[in-house]
């Protein structure tokens, strides 16, 4: 089964009637490789649950107390909370898993618990205090704001403005302390792309800009925020793919299974519109029939989607292979291709073109706690994760159980686009207001 691009690493079973964590947190959420002092773990949960408990990656489990209406509360030991934490951890580990329990003691959802972890990796970093319950490094900015949720981002999104002007075309929205089990996203505010098959729309100033911002990526959950890793490029690639009308390409958001979906922003996956990852190569045997082999997903942007983010002309975008019926290793399946004067005939060509849109974004960070201010070492890792987003070379990763190694945006976009994370950079920005 290909991986899902999202939150099954998170998420072991679902519930039957709704049993879910609400919310859930490690207090500290990121915890140092010396730390000997136990971390605080607690948990919301929803519907008719008898017991929660934490059972430990490498043996033993804690039973949580309940201390209210579906509120659980556990001390974990610092040695259970980094057991097996070693470097190509990358920064988070696997405390275990979170099992909601039935009265029966039977387990009604399970759900990966990771904790962020400061090693000698993790340079100290620079805090300003700002007005209003802000801190700030040099790329992320952390509000504490209780009464925001996830079901607040608007709201969160007018605050950042508060803070730092209009100088930014993504927001990244990450919600500590507590964080909430559900996928991360990216929404357009604004599209003044034509040729993409979206329409033009503007509803930036709602969100607190006057123009400037084009989209936002939530995370519900802080341990997935790592700009270098591909799932950030990927939901940064929703701004843009793919929203064309082309009969066989519908239903989106994510490519069929072709060669466009061997790439960052994958497929589909059958029956939803969750993508998941295509790790197949598709050769053409006839004009009507292509084989497929298995082939590590590339890690890169495919011509197309670089086409439609505008870093690509449409003279560099090879013809496409699309693939009908259930891809598997050495089968030949019927195709069709499509070309990009197929896409052009149906929605428009791209405006601004590859020649003139732009490849440098900037993109801005702020952190929604509900609980109380991050600490140094909380500001530190986010920090670190950040700057991984404007590497130029390949990166080691971990996503939930997923690691390995990934290419960040800059590779993702063969050296063709950029991202910017820095909240002040002069001359382009000017100076932050308080």
Request: no cysteine.
């Given at each position: 089964?290909?991986?899902?691009?999202a939150l099954l690493a998170l998420?072991?079973?679902?519930?039957?009637?709704a049993q879910t964590i609400v919310w859930d947190k490690y207090d500290p959420m990121a915890v140092r490789t010396n730390r000997t002092a136990d971390v605080a773990l607690e948990a919301q949960t929803s519907g008719t649950v008898s017991g929660l408990r934490l059972d430990y990656a490498n043996g033993g489990s804690l039973t949580l107390t309940q201390s209210g209406p579906g509120h659980w509360v556990a001390s974990v030991p610092a040695a259970k909370a980094l057991d097996g934490y070693a470097a190509d951890d990358v920064n988070h580990n696997f405390v275990g898993f979170l099992r909601l329990l039935a009265s029966d003691g039977s387990t009604l959802a399970s759900y990966n618990s990771f904790i962020q972890v400061v090693d000698n990796l993790v340079p100290s970093v620079t805090i300003r205090t700002l007005g209003g319950n802000a801190r700030a490094t040099a790329r992320v900015l952390n509000l504490y704001r209780p009464a925001i949720d996830t079901d607040h981002v608007q709201a969160a999104a007018q605050q950042f403005y508060g803070y730092f002007h209009d100088d930014y075309d993504f927001l990244q929205i990450i919600y500590a302390e507590p964080s909430y089990p559900a996928n991360r996203y990216h929404f357009a505010v604004r599209n003044d792309v034509d040729g993409i098959?979206?329409?033009k729309?503007?509803?930036?100033?709602?969100?607190?800009?006057?123009?400037?911002l084009q989209g936002i990526t939530v995370y519900p959950v802080d341990f997935f925020f790592?700009?270098?890793?591909t799932a950030f490029s990927h939901e940064l690639g929703h701004q843009w793919v793919l929203f064309l009308k082309n009969s066989a390409l519908l239903p989106g958001p994510h490519w069929p299974p072709s060669t466009m979906a061997h790439g960052v922003m994958g497929f589909n996956i059958p029956g939803s519109s969750v993508g998941g990852d295509f790790p197949y190569d598709v050769t053409a045997v006839t004009p009507t029939t292509a084989r497929i082999t298995d082939a590590p997903v590339t890690k890169e942007f495919s011509d197309f989607d670089l086409y439609l983010m505008g870093l690509l002309p449409s003279s560099a975008v090879s013809p496409g292979i699309i693939v009908q019926g259930n891809p598997c290793s050495g089968c030949v399946l019927p195709s069709t291709t499509i070309t990009i004067n197929d896409v052009i005939a149906i929605n428009g060509p791209r405006s601004p073109d590859a020649s003139s849109a732009p490849k440098l974004f900037d993109v801005a960070v702020m952190v929604i706690s509900r609980d109380r201010l991050l600490t140094d070492d909380e500001m530190a890792i986010l920090e670190y994760f950040a700057v991984r987003g404007e590497a130029t070379t390949s990166l080691p990763f971990t996503s939930g159980l997923a690691r390995g190694t990934t290419k960040p945006f800059y590779l993702a976009t063969r050296g063709l686009g950029r991202v910017d994370l820095r909240l002040e950079h002069p001359p382009r920005r000017r100076a932050a207001r308080h």
């Open positions: 089964m290909p991986r899902i691009l998420l072991l079973a679902v519930a039957a009637q098959g979206e329409a729309f503007n509803q930036a100033p709602s969100y607190g800009s006057a123009g400037k790592d700009p270098g890793e």
